[in-house]
C-alpha cells in the first residue's frame, strides 16, 4: 500500500526566518519522489513536517487526501530514515529489523518472520543474528531501510540517508534503493544535496533554494530545461554568459555578452533589451569554430584528462572560465595549455533565462 502526499501552500517559519515558503505540490502514490537544493533551502524542513516533527505555520501536508493537522508522528503512515540511520548497536540485526512491531506488540516468532521477509528483500538473508557493528556500511544502510518497511509505511522518508557513504558504495546504494522501491511500490520522499542521486533515482525533482521550489519536473526535463538560472547552475555543470538581449523571437535569442553576441533557446519568450543569462552545458561546447553567433575565442588554461572524459578549461574575456568536457570518441585534436582556441556550441545548445540569483554551492 502507498499513499500520496499533498502539500497545500505550506509555509514553516522560525520566529522571523521562512524555512520554506508556500510550498505547493503533489506527490503520487508509489512516486520515487526527491527534494533537491543546497544545506539550508528548507529540504529537511519539509520532511519533518511531512512526518509530523514540525507542524505548518501556514497551509496543510495530506497524506492519502487526509489533513495531518494534529496527528502525531507514530499515528502517520510513514517511516523515517535518518542521516546517522540510528541503529540499535547491542541489538542484533532482526532485532533492529523488528524493533518498530516489537513496539506495537506483535509476538516474538511474527517478529522473527518479518525480519526474515525482509532479509530476503534487501539481500542479507541468514544474517539476522549478527550484530550490527559486524555489517559493512551498505549493509547497515539496508537494515534500516528494512527496519523502516517493517512497520508497513504507505510513505517512506529519507532524509539524505547515503551522505556517509564513499562514492563507489552510495552509487552501489542508488540501484539498490531504487530496486527496493519498486519492489515495495510504496512512495519515497527523498532528501538530498547530490545531483547524482536525485537524476538517476527519481520519478520527480523538486529543486529548492531559499525555502521556495523553484521546479519540479523529471530528472531530464530539470537538467535540459531548467526554469530558472539557479536551477541551470544547481543541477549538473553550466556555463553562464550574462548580457543583454539585442534580438529574438519566440524561438530563439541572441545575447551581447562580453564574448560578443551569443545565441540561445528563448523559452521565456524574453524581448530585445531584457537582462538575461545564456547557458551552455560544457558538454554541449566544442573545441572548434562554429556559427558567428555560437563561437567563443579564449585561452587553454589546462586540461584534465577523467578517463572517458577529458575536461578543457578555457580563459576568456574578462578572465572567465569557461569549460567543456570532451568524450573519447570524439575525434577533436586536443588543444595544448596556454593555446589561443575556438569554441562553439549549437545554437540550439545554448538556453537564454531571465537574469537572477545563480547557485552558491
Do not use: W
Amino acid at each position: 500500500m502507498s499513499a500520496s502526499v499533498e502539500l497545500d501552500n505550506l509555509t514553516v517559519r522560525f520566529g522571523s526566518f521562512t524555512a520554506v515558503s508556500r510550498a505547493t505540490l503533489d506527490i503520487a502514490g508509489g512516486e520515487f519522489f526527491s527534494f533537491l537544493g543546497p544545506s539550508g533551502c528548507g529540504k529537511t524542513t519539509i520532511l519533518r513536517t511531512v512526518s509530523g516533527f514540525l507542524d505548518p505555520t501556514e497551509g496543510a501536508v495530506r497524506i492519502g487526501g487526509q489533513d495531518m493537522a494534529g496527528i502525531s508522528p507514530n499515528r502517520r503512515p510513514t517511516a523515517l530514515i535518518f542521516q546517522n540511520l540510528a541503529l540499535f548497536p547491542l541489538m542484533t540485526v532482526a532485532e533492529n529489523i523488528a524493533y518498530g512491531l516489537r513496539v506495537r506488540g506483535v509476538g516474538k516468532a511474527e517478529r522473527r518472520r518479518k525480519a526474515d521477509e525482509l532479509l530476503e528483500l534487501i539481500a542479507l538473508r541468514g544474517q539476522g543474528d549478527k550484530l550490527v557493528s559486524e555489517l559493512s556500511g551498505g549493509q547497515k544502510q539496508r537494515v534500516a531501510i528494512a527496519r523502516a518497511l517493517a512497520v508497513q509505511p504507505k510513505v517512506l522518508l529519507l532524509d539524505e540517508p547515503l551522505s556517509a557513504l564513499d562514492l563507489k558504495l552510495r552509487q552501489h546504494m542508488r540501484a539498490e534503493l531504487r530496486a527496493i522501491q519498486r519492489q515495495v511500490g510504496i512512495t519515497f520522499i527523498y532528501i538530498t544535496h547530490d545531483q547524482g542521486e536525485a537524476l538517476t533515482m527519481s520519478d520527480r525533482i523538486a529543486v529548492m533554494s531559499d525555502g521556495v521550489i523553484e521546479q519540479v519536473g523529471d530528472g531530464k526535463a530539470v537538467y535540459d530545461n531548467p526554469a530558472t538560472p539557479f536551477v541551470a547552475s544547481f543541477v549538473g555543470e553550466n556555463n553562464a554568459f550574462a548580457g543583454r538581449i539585442v534580438a529574438a523571437d519566440a524561438r530563439m535569442a541572441v545575447v551581447e555578452t562580453a564574448f560578443g553576441r551569443l545565441a540561445g533557446r528563448n523559452p521565456a519568450g524574453l524581448g530585445a533589451g531584457a537582462r538575461a543569462i545564456l547557458f551552455v552545458r560544457p558538454e554541449a561546447i566544442v573545441p572548434v569554430a562554429g556559427a558567428p553567433e555560437a563561437t567563443l575565442t579564449s585561452e587553454v588554461e589546462s586540461v584534465a584528462f577523467e578517463g572517458n572524459l577529458t575536461h578543457i578549461y578555457l580563459r576568456g574575456a574578462g578572465k572567465k572560465e569557461i569549460s567543456l568536457s570532451v568524450g573519447r570518441t570524439a575525434g577533436f585534436a586536443m588543444p595544448a595549455q596556454g593555446a589561443s582556441t575556438p569554441a562553439s556550441y549549437a545554437p540550439e545548445a545554448g538556453l537564454v533565462l531571465p537574469e537572477g540569483a545563480l547557485a552558491r554551492e
